[in-house]
Nanobody, 123 residues
């Protein structure tokens, strides 16, 4: 079971990035998927997640209206579209999976983690 996160980079404030989380060794649509971010010295914080049972989603208040999570089951991939990026969005972003169909913003809910991808928002 592996998750591969990608799509990070350097972007100016107001710009966009799309992060991808690709699964191998399991079918992603059977799992709830979460996106987290982490800055040095802080704990991982839940940014968004999507359930496998009913497709319900969660967004942290700080990203509501700017980020969108989605699934492409044919590609075994979950995306995080990030628009109107702000310098405070700068962090390492991780995706995580749990066979529990319901998603959660808490990192200890998840069993499987991908490596992080760095997002830097700066002019």
């Amino acid at each position: 079971v592996q998750l591969q996160a990608s799509g990070g980079g350097l972007v100016q404030p107001g710009g966009s990035l799309r992060l991808s989380c690709v699964a191998s060794g399991f079918t992603l649509d059977d799992y709830a998927i979460g996106w987290f971010h982490q800055v040095p010295g802080n704990e991982r914080e839940g940014v968004s997640c999507i359930s496998s049972t009913d497709g319900s989603t969660y967004y942290a208040d700080s990203v509501m209206g700017r980020f969108a999570i989605s699934r492409d089951n044919a590609k075994n991939t979950v995306y995080l579209q990030m628009d109107s990026l702000k310098p405070e969005d700068t962090a390492v972003y991780y995706c995580a999976a749990t066979p529990n169909g319901r998603c959660s913003e808490y990192f200890d809910w998840y069993e499987y983690w991908g490596q992080g991808t760095q997002v830097t928002v700066s002019s």
